[in-house]
């Protein structure tokens, strides 16, 4: 799978560290940056991920920051953008089987990197249940995008 990955200052270590896991797992990354300990925005990272997402340069999108927090609500902005902030294995498989959602955001300053690549791993192989009701919610979201958009 063709995955596009980005943090913040206080997230690129874990991103360095889910990296090479997912490339061990055979999925190609687009790396985004950022690569070093000095202060950034997380919205800067954020952008590039969920373009890269809406335009199917890439299938899925992966945030890091400090909580995971910042890049979920910048990434949430984005139309066609489902983000799930999640740091742990329940949710990290619910979020696909109910919201199909097509980025993930997590903090490293939250959890450690081995629950980080395990909940990457499971949300990477969940897929969508089909169910009507959660499509139906879906559809309802998308709706929002729509209705926000001309009426900012
Ligand atoms: C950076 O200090 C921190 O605020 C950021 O990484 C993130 O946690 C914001 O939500």
Known sequence: MKI???????GYRLKDTIVPFLQAQGHEIIDVGCNCA???DYPDY???VCDKVVSGEAERGILICGTGIGMSIAANKTPGIRCALVHDLFSAKATREHNDTNVLAMGERVIGPGVAEEIVRVWLETPFSQGL????R???VKALESQYSLHP
């Open 133 to 136: 009701r959660h499509q139906g």
């Open 4 to 10: 596009a990955i980005g943090a913040d200052h206080a």
């Open 138 to 140: 879906i559809d309802k």
């Open 38 to 40: 000095d202060s950034v």
């Open 46 to 48: 954020a952008v590039p």
